[in-house]
């Protein structure tokens, strides 16, 4: 089910209100979708607000009733509740789920796009101690839910390895830019006001050489100084098979967010796919990067060292390094951690339904 989390009350900008409205209607017009064998995507219908009890009965009635339609149109009777996003709280008692994941990839009561931070801090709370297995992505979001009585385990995101290593190997390079803006420095995803735009700007002042590339959509931040730059390069938001040419492209790659909780909680999907192109990484001080990954990627700790990091890079990487970086996100595929996740699933279904069975064997012994 695409996100049914938004929450318009926490959009500060009429361009971010824009965007969203305009996101919600283009996912809704599709409604369900076949994205491949047994796989389905649905973008229901429901109303763009949270928090409030009225609101949000409105929308898990019509949820329900979607969800319903659509599992007895599929024959699903006895699906495996997957949560990524903790609006589907309001779910773990409404179906006879076989299995409750939890799949932890952010520090969710800390999300800077919600409104009712209490409201979203009891539903977190909610689905952490109803749910049979917690995936999370971080070591920090790891130690967070360990005394969980849920089996709970460390999952770091995995990468699309050919994807990414084939375009290097093929030497392919974006046809959006030019030898011209080389040495470059880049980013790709979307940009909000988390990302330190200020260290942005300072960069680019102080590294007047080098061409900074930005590819995604912006959705909040004022980018308006950044923009103006001549050393600065908005692409938009550009499709998906795109990104790894345009990351072998890019002389170094950015790490570019502001330091707060929900960062430092964090391990960037995008960082495994830097790591894939064996190129250079500068990065804010993420506790997930500097614990396991700081002999191969520089760290920063304000936006001076990050300057100073950006040029240490380019004049002094080795390919030693390019190797290493490679190697982790060879062994951070997804076909590598889909096989470890599907086990972890299969183990946690059997010790419930054994569970279950002794449970049940108990009862009937105390009747007898």
């Given amino acids: 089910m695409n996100p049914i989390s938004s929450d318009l009350l926490a959009v500060r900008s009429w361009r971010g209100f824009l965007a969203r409205i305009n996101r919600k209607l283009n996912s809704l017009l599709k409604f369900t979708r076949r994205a491949g064998n047994n796989l389905y995507v649905l973008s229901p219908l429901f109303l763009p607000f949270q928090g409030n009890p009225a609101l949000d009965w409105v929308n898990n009635t019509l949820l329900k009733f979607q969800l319903k339609i659509l599992m007895s149109f599929l024959g699903i009777k006895r699906p495996l509740l997957w949560i990524e996003n903790v609006r589907a709280a309001d779910f773990i008692g409404s179906f006879n789920w076989q299995l409750v994941v939890y799949h ?17 801090k009891d539903r977190e709370a909610y689905i952490s101690n109803h749910s049979d297995l ?12 360990q005394n969980l ?6 999952a770091p995101h995995g990468v699309d390895f050919e994807h990414f290593r084939k375009a290097v190997e093929n030497r392919k390079v974006s046809t959006r830019l030019s030898q011209d803006h080389h040495p470059i420095a880049g980013y790709f995803g979307t940009l909000t006001a988390q990302n330190d735009i200020e260290l942005l700007q300072y960069c680019a002042a102080n590294l007047k050489d080098v061409t900074f590339v930005f590819a995604g959509r912006i959705t909040a931040g004022d980018y308006s100084k950044l923009t103006k730059m001549t050393n600065v390069i908005f692409l938009g938001q550009l499709p998906y098979e795109e990104i790894p040419t345009l990351c072998a492209t890019f002389d170094v790659c950015l790490l570019p967010w502001k330091m707060n909780e929900w960062i430092a909680h964090c391990n960037p999907l995008k960082l495994q796919e830097y790591m894939a192109s064996g190129k250079p990484i500068v990065s804010v001080a ?13 760290i920063a700790h304000n936006k001076e060292q ?4 950006i040029r240490w890079e380019l004049q002094n990487d080795t390919p030693e390094r390019a190797r290493k970086r490679i190697e982790i996100a060879k062994n951070h595929s997804w076909d590598k951690h889909v096989e470890k996740i599907s086990e972890l699933i299969e183990t946690t279904i059997a010790a419930k339904q054994n569970s279950e069975l002794q449970f049940t064997g108990q009862s009937i012994e105390e009747i007898s």
Avoid: M, W
């Avoid at 993420?286 to 002999?295: A, C, L, M, Q, W």
């Avoid at 990050?306 to 990091?309: D, G, I, P, S, Y």
């Fill in 104 to 120: 932890v990839s952010d520090l969710f009561t800390e999300c800077p796009y919600t409104h009712n931070k209490a409201r979203l």
């Fill in 134 to 145: 917690v995936l999370c992505v971080s070591q920090q979001l790891y130690q967070s839910k």
């Fill in 149 to 154: 009585k849920a089996q709970v385990s460390y």
């Fill in 286 to 298: 993420i506790r997930e990067v500097v614990d396991k990954y700081s002999g191969v990627i520089s």
């Fill in 306 to 309: 990050f300057a100073q990091a």
